[in-house]
């Protein structure tokens, strides 16, 4: 059996986003144990140039929703990036698998051969199924790795099963 477009979109991105929902309770959990501020772990960087946790946890639930509404066609919630606290974060977390999960597998039909413009970067268009795996993916994956990373250059004890998640 073929996987279809919508089994490597919404469940996957719905695993990860869930990873990095647990990433950051443990995030919180650390700074509550040690008396830190909560502000200087969420906006940690792991270099001058690069985004801080923030803006890692909202470029993953972007880059999730709207690979889910260029393939499929269902408009996507509009968030603005204004989380300054690990509830804050984790309720866009929430927001962002709410509308994954509303959106309807038969949307995705023929969504492989789709073309995918994107009006930032000067990318090619693409087919959905080339989006998918040369773009959105690696870029989903790209902001929850950095953001496990941030994480444990600030001492967080995360480690590669945090990162893998739990198996069903």
Known sequence: MALSMYEVTVPVFVRGLKVLAALLTKAEQHVEQRG???DAMISARLADDMLPLSAQVQRASDTSKMSVERLSGVP???FDDNETSFDQLRQR???TIAYLESVPAGHFDGSEQRTITLN????PDFTGASYLLTFALPNFYFHVATAHDILRNQGVP???RDYLGMFV
């Open 158 to 160: 995360v480690g590669k």
């Open 36 to 38: 830190s501020v909560p």
């Open 120 to 123: 930032f970067g000067g990318f």
């Open 76 to 78: 996507a919630p509009k």
């Open 93 to 95: 977390i929430d927001n």
